[in-house]
């Protein structure tokens, strides 16, 4: 098993091939799967901006949704 941590461009499941954006740390790559799983973040990211930390609504759980709703 390995696991990869990284932006996709493209995923084509006929030839099974995930196609990994180029970052500082490495250029674009086709990677060869059998199984895939795609996990999004789970944590959000406000990219260092405090002011946007303090005052924005999250959504990534149950409890957001019902804060938003509410």
């Given at each position: 098993?390995?696991?990869?941590?990284?932006?996709?461009?493209?995923?084509?499941?006929?030839?099974?091939?995930?196609?990994?954006?180029?970052?500082?740390?490495?250029?674009?790559?086709?990677?060869?799967?059998?199984?895939?799983?795609?996990?999004?973040?789970?944590?959000?990211?406000?990219?260092?901006?405090?002011?946007?930390?303090?005052?924005?609504?999250?959504?990534?759980?149950l409890s957001d949704a019902m804060c938003l709703r509410n």
């Amino acid at each position: 098993m390995q696991v990869v941590q990284g932006n996709v461009n493209h995923v084509s499941l006929n030839d099974k091939q995930v196609i990994q954006a180029a970052d500082a740390r490495s250029p674009e790559r086709s990677l060869a799967f059998d199984q895939l799983i795609l996990a999004p973040g789970g944590v959000p990211n406000f990219f260092g901006n405090e002011s946007v930390a303090k005052h924005a609504f999250t959504f990534k759980s149950l409890s957001d949704a019902m804060c938003l709703r509410n």
